[in-house]
Nanobody, 120 residues
Framework: QVQLVESGGDLVQPGGSLSLSCAAS????????MGWYRQAPGKQRELVAY???????QYGDSVKGRFTVSRDNAKNTLYLQMNSLKPEDTALYLC??????????????WGQGTQVTVSS
């Protein structure tokens, strides 16, 4: 009932920049939190950054100072500006939303992900 579509993943060189977007749609009553996570082969999924309904943000230690997360509440769209990219940032980036589909039904939803590859 909630769909998430990520876009913006690409092949970039170390030190480069990239911007990702995540658009949420479907039967959404309200969004509590939207965030970015990433998963690389052989590694556990980790938090990149998220924004809650109050506008507060949280970043994973590995990206703090380099990435910036933002949200357009009117469009239910999440963004991630990535700067100073490193090969270690290579991963599938997934968008996640915690949302009410009704005034009583609450759940977590995931997108399919967009691939970011940092390599020369």
């Amino acid at each position: 009932q909630v769909q998430l579509v990520e876009s913006g993943g690409d092949l970039v060189q170390p030190g480069g920049s990239l911007s990702l977007s995540c658009a949420a749609s479907g039967r959404i009553f309200s969004i509590v939190q939207m965030g970015w996570y990433r998963q690389a082969p052989g590694k556990q999924r980790e938090l990149v950054a998220y924004v809650n309904s109050g506008g507060s943000t949280q970043y994973g230690d590995s990206v703090k100072g380099r990435f910036t997360v933002s949200r357009d509440n009117a469009k239910n769209t999440l963004y991630l500006q990535m700067n100073s990219l490193k090969p270690e940032d290579t991963a599938l980036y997934l968008c996640s939303v915690y949302a009410y589909t009704t005034s009583r039904d609450f759940d977590n939803y995931w997108g399919q992900g967009t691939q970011v590859t940092v390599s020369s």
